[in-house]
């Protein structure tokens, strides 16, 4: 049975090739299109930072130090990477209410095994993670096989881990961490040079792929930006991460004390779980079909796409990821104990994941919105410390740009919608 | 008719489903040749649509055969079905809103290239784009962009590429459940148009439709269900309206009415 297109080329070719195009001519101009994709939704909300940057600068002139946007990014880091997760579950339409409970709970678990069972960091790290792993294994098995809603499974979640860290950390209080490997997680520091390495072959690698993709469009004849634009891009996005480099191999010690420069560690675990996640979402077939699950799962399950190993797969990465937030923030603190994971953890987790732009309805998002999110979050929060205020007006003012962050993203998306129909 | 002395290309065979009390199909035969079109007709609650979803694995009977160009085969999932050339496009099209129109056209069966060879293998954006800019051109089918947001089209453009995302995969049957339903005059007239196509080519086509009128206009043959059961078999030529609405609400007719029709046993 001939395939469609090679029985149909040859009679209707000279018409098909005038009609695609005249169909060329009456698409809107390239710039246009370019225009109208820009993500206007995430691009308010780089917009707000700039506005709170400059609001808390005027108010305290410490804030754009190198000293506290290095603190800044250590900070977040750890919420930062359960936000990674936390997107991976909206992605397919799910949430996970578990996550603040399970970063706990497996720190905990690495904490007592570094210092109550003296085990060295390879195996009190690992088995914290893989304790991670499985609860998604669990949780995810308890939701796609007995049908129970994630909501339900993962609000069991949160109070029966929470339960379980309080167990295993028993009657001690603080648990503070001292095996230096540990302790070096989060708080060692690149050195210099490596730092501007690492940022040269991001930003090659980078414009490479965007380079190469369009070569490749342009040789298969398919519509490309100018190639202006494109550049273009290629240049903010440098010149951003220059920036962020820069400022973290600046010595910001203040006067007097031992030079302290280089790209924390934090940051850069942080910066690699959204740099990998990002690519396996969009890039791969597996981050394909969890757009699709997101999007329509029915639909996704007639194409033969295995809807339940997705799901299965996702809680997973979300759990192991909290484990991993849980340990970066036990190695910053240099401390685990039973209130590690608690309190706010989750709730700026996910609104985190939600103001840089990741939907709550599904398959709308990407893994860089936990990197935005936890930004805003976090500058509001530091900011707010440094100007001594107290945490009702901090959790006041999250709320409120929670709110109008979302308000906006879909106000942006009706627009963009209603414009796309025409 | 020609059929009588070809094998059809898909046979099912005694296929029963019930739904907790409801018995949806008993006992239901159907066959499609290559290169016809049947009109798979009934009243709401017949039967039709879950007929299609066990023809295209997305239901398994709780009893009965798939016969696929003559050998007995095992469709438990889509991916059975697809794997031997079966293609549906469903009645809410079963498209993701989020994905744009190459996403969709690919959907399951993404084209992927190895990046860091032996190691990761990525979506061949470029690959799939260019492939499916042609069929949309080939099938002349109007949209702004191939990389618009399905859920930015109109009906008629989602219905569009329903259909061009069953005929790009060398598919062998074809099962179109109430494809005009949403469509204005012109694009109604290019769906039709597309299915003598697709029969010219010799695809077994199976067009489910409330409307009498298209069922006439396109199929060879036409099989009525009523309650669960295969009441009639027609033949478009010699039949008229009459005679098949009256199979479809359980009148009596002339021709034959429950089981197989005998003129067109092979």
């Known amino acids: ?422 | 008719m020609a059929q009588q002395d070809r094998a059809p290309i898909l046979q099912m065979r005694h296929v029963s489903k019930r739904f907790g009390a409801v018995q949806a199909l008993s006992d239901v035969d159907f066959e499609v040749y290559p290169g016809e079109v049947v009109g798979l007709v009934g009243d709401n609650g017949a039967g039709k649509s879950t007929l299609v979803k066990i023809i295209s694995g997305v239901y398994r009977a709780d009893s009965g055969q798939h016969i696929f160009e003559g050998r007995e085969v095992s469709v438990t999932n889509p991916r059975d079905a697809t794997a031997l050339g079966i293609e549906t496009v469903y009645q809410d099209l079963a498209l993701c809103d989020n994905l744009d129109v190459v996403a969709n056209l690919y959907l399951g069966r993404e084209q992927v290239q190895p990046a860091v060879p032996g190691l990761v293998r990525t979506l061949d954006e470029v690959g799939m784009e260019r492939r499916a800019s042609r069929i949309v051109g080939e099938l002349h089918i109007r949209i702004p962009s191939i990389r618009s947001k399905v859920a930015t089209l109109s009906g008629g453009q989602r219905q569009s590429v329903a259909v061009s995302r069953a005929v790009m995969w060398n598919s062998k049957v074809v099962l179109l459940d109430e494809p005009t339903a949403a469509l204005g005059v012109e694009q109604t007239r290019q769906v039709k148009d597309l299915i003598r196509r697709l029969r010219e080519r010799g695809l077994g086509i199976v067009v489910i439709s409330h409307n009498l009128a298209d069922v006439f206009d396109v199929s060879d043959r036409i099989i009525v269900l009523r309650l669960g059961r295969r009441a009639a078999t027609l033949d478009t030529h010699t039949t008229n309206p009459e005679q098949v609405v009256s199979a479809i609400t359980g009148a009596e007719f002339g021709a034959s009415e429950s089981g197989k029709d005998q003129a067109l046993q092979a």
């Open chain 1, 1 to 422: 049975m001939k395939n469609i297109e090679q029985t149909t080329a040859r009679p209707e070719s000279a018409q098909s090739r005038e009609e695609s195009s005249a169909s060329a001519r009456s698409q809107p101009s390239r710039i246009a299109r370019a225009w109208a994709q820009l993500d206007v939704g995430s691009l308010t909300v780089v917009f707000g930072l700039v506005v709170i940057a400059v609001v808390f600068q005027i108010a305290n002139h410490n804030f754009l130090s190198p000293l506290n946007l290095a603190n800044l990014m250590v900070q977040i880091s750890a919420v930062g990477a359960i936000s990674v997760g936390v997107v991976l579950v909206l992605l397919i339409g799910e949430i996970d209410l578990s996550v603040g409970a399970v970063s706990g709970f497996c720190a905990s678990v690495m904490a007592v095994l570094s210092i109550k069972a003296h085990q060295p960091a390879l195996v009190a790290v690992g088995v914290g993670v893989l304790i991670g792993a499985a609860i998604g294994l669990l949780q995810g098995f308890w939701f796609v096989k007995l049908h129970v809603p994630a909501f339900i499974v993962t609000l069991a979640g949160s109070l029966g881990w929470f339960g379980a860290q309080l167990y295993v950390l028993g009657s001690t209080g603080t648990l503070n961490m001292t095996d230096p490997l540990i302790v070096g997680i989060a708080n060692a520091r690149l050195p210099v040079i490596l730092g501007w390495l690492l940022g040269i072959i991001f930003v090659g690698v980078n414009a490479y792929a965007v380079l190469l993709e369009r070569r490749q469009r342009v040789r298969s004849g398919l519509p490309v930006q100018p190639l202006g634009i494109a550049l273009g891009q290629v240049a903010i996005v440098g010149a951003g991460v220059f920036l962020a480099i820069g400022i973290m191999n600046v010595d910001r010690s203040p006067a007097g004390f031992a030079p302290v420069r280089g790209v924390p560690s934090a940051v850069l675990i942080f910066i690699a779980f959204i740099v990998l996640f990002d690519f396996i979402t969009r890039r791969t077939r597996f981050g394909r079909y969890v757009f699709a699950v997101g999007g329509n799962a029915e639909a996704a399950r007639r194409a033969g796409i295995n809807v339940n190993q997705i799901r299965m797969i996702v809680f997973v990465l979300a759990s192991t990821l909290a484990a991993c937030g849980g340990i970066l923030a036990g190695s910053r603190l240099l401390a685990v104990n039973q209130s590690s994971g608690s309190g706010d953890v989750l709730l700026n987790a996910i609104a985190a994941a939600v103001i840089g732009g990741t939907s709550l309805f599904g398959g709308r998002g990407s893994t860089w919105s936990a990197l935005l999110g936890a930004l805003v979050i976090g500058s509001i929060s530091n900011g707010m410390d440094l100007l001594a205020l107290s945490s009702s007006i901090k959790f006041m003012v999250t709320g409120a740009v929670l709110l109008l962050a979302v308000t906006l993203d879909a106000y942006a998306r009706s627009r963009r919608e209603a414009s796309g129909r025409s």
